[in-house]
């Protein structure tokens, strides 16, 4: 078994059709702190991610996530992990990283979704006017718009789902701690994690049957309350909410589901207190008459749910 090659999820690139509207709402709704720009991209962060960046925001053509970035646990557990992809059939190559971050490989996953690892990291030095009182958190508090804490997972759409996340458990060391099985036996979700959180990677199926699409991006709050006063302030921005307050029986992640100007689906979440500490955990299977009853407090899952995805069809 592969156990402590991946870190956790580092960063993401999201692109957007309307970039100069997705950094307003990244900056002055959501709370995230720009810190530097290059090109076509501006990279932005979270107040307690310990990196240089947790988000690259790209001016596209249209909306999507282009990478998905994985730290690993060492130099050594980077190599290892580039030789078992390369195995695999699925690299790409190497590349020079984005800014504060060292040489990184890229692949893809079976379903087309681009990923990359790498190593080596710049932490993040604040400036005077972000220097936090504590000498153990990244940055000061913002105290900006909703404030979230943290980059918490991504979730991909899949016309297949078990392909790749056979591919994550197999050569990247994942490991389930949740799924759906249908009455046909086909896995349409799958949660995986790699240290103790609870998920860090989802995919879920894409019934339009495309290939490289997103679900979601979600950043984690501090607390249940701080969703809440989001759907206030998600509100007052005009910002269109999908679905939520409400809490999910999968994870029971409590959640809220908003459209960032560019279509992406963002999720605030908070699963903090949510561990796996169980090293022969099992994982808890969901049945398709389970899954239909909708969330944990009774809510039916919305069709948009399953039907919007980025880019769009």
């Known amino acids: 078994m592969i156990t402590h090659e991946i870190a956790h999820v580092g960063s993401v690139e999201l692109l957007t059709p309307v970039p100069d509207e997705s950094l307003r709402f990244f900056t002055r709704v959501m709370g995230l702190t720009e810190v530097g720009a290059e090109g076509d991209s501006v990279y932005l962060r979270t107040w307690d991610d310990y990196e240089h960046h947790t988000l690259k925001l790209t001016a596209h053509s249209t909306s999507g996530i282009r990478r998905t970035a994985l730290r690993t ?9 580039v030789k078992a992809i390369e195995e695999a059939g699925l690299g790409v190559g190497w590349r020079d990283g984005d800014p504060g971050v060292g040489p990184t490989y890229v692949f893809r996953d079976p ?8 190593w080596e990291s710049e932490w993040f030095d604040a400036p005077p006017e972000l220097r936090p009182a504590l000498k153990n958190q990244a940055q000061a508090y913002p105290a900006r ?21 056979d591919f994550l458990i197999n050569v990247l060391g994942g490991r389930t701690t949740e799924q759906i099985r249908l009455d046909s036996g086909d896995i349409s979700g799958r949660w995986l994690h790699f240290t103790n959180k609870s998920y860090d990677i989802v995919y879920t199926r894409d019934w ?38 409400h809490k999910h029986a999968i ?13 992406n689906r963002i999720e605030l979440c908070n699963p903090c207190a949510r561990l796996v500490l169980a090293p022969d955990w099992k994982p808890i299977t969901w049945t398709e008459a389970e899954r239909a009853k909708g969330q944990a407090w009774g809510l039916k899952t919305i069709e948009s749910f399953h039907t919007h995805g980025t880019p769009p069809l």
Do not use: K, M
């Not at 646990?73 to 992990?81: I, N, V, Y």
């Not at 087309?112 to 790498?118: A, F, T």
């Not at 991006?217 to 909410?241: P, Q, S, W, Y």
């Open 145 to 165: 718009g909703v404030c979230v804490r943290r980059l918490d997972h991504v979730n991909f759409l899949s016309a297949e789902v078990e392909p790749s996340t």
């Open 111 to 118: 379903d087309g979704h681009e990923l990359e690892l790498y």
């Open 208 to 245: 339009t049957g495309a290939n490289g699409r997103l679900h979601h991006v979600a950043f984690a709050t501090d607390t249940r309350e701080d969703i809440l006063r989001a759907a206030d302030i998600f509100l007052d921005h005009g910002v269109f909410i999908e679905t939520g307050p």
């Open 73 to 81: 646990w060492s130099q050594d557990a980077l190599e290892r992990r």
């Open 251 to 263: 994870q029971q992640t409590f959640f809220l589901y908003v459209y960032e100007p560019g279509g």
